[in-house]
């Protein structure tokens, strides 16, 4: 099973900029797909963006602001966060499955992925 922690949260203000590192160890994540997740206070935990065999992908809110990618040799992915907003800040968690398939899936569910990092968080002032 992939280990995985996250680095990079922190405080900002609106409009400023963060970069989240999600760091896998046990496994090679060439053969996962992987996903960001954040929770605000007394909220679900909701889906961020995806990447897969092919693609990224993101939820709408962060849509054009926030780009994920993934560094294979170095087992790590990354959120780069633009254009911050004071709803962004939540606890953000990085995910992973395994997925073989090569296809281009939109893995966007909590159950659709079986390890989780522990979370950083993510504070954006007004």
């Known amino acids: 099973q992939v280990q995985l922690v996250e680095s990079g949260g922190g405080l900002v203000q609106a409009g400023g900029s963060l970069r989240l590192s999600c760091a896998a160890s046990?496994?090679?994540?060439?053969?996962?797909?992987m996903g960001w997740f954040r929770q605000a206070p007394g909220k679900e935990r909701e889906f961020v963006g995806g990447?897969?065999?092919?693609?990224?992908y993101y939820a709408d809110s962060v849509k054009g602001r926030f780009t994920i990618s993934r560094d294979n040799e170095k087992n790590t992915m990354y959120l780069q966060m633009n254009s911050l907003k004071p709803e962004d800040t939540a606890v953000y968690y990085c995910?992973?499955?395994?997925?073989?398939?090569?296809?281009?899936?939109?893995?966007?569910?909590?159950?659709?992925?079986?390890?989780w990092g522990q979370g950083t968080q993510v504070t954006v002032s007004s």
């Open positions: 046990g496994r090679t994540i060439s053969a996962y797909a």
């Open positions: 990447i897969n065999w092919k693609s990224t």
């Open positions: 995910a992973a499955r395994l997925d073989y398939s090569e296809l281009d899936t939109l893995f966007q569910r909590r159950a659709e992925y079986d390890a």
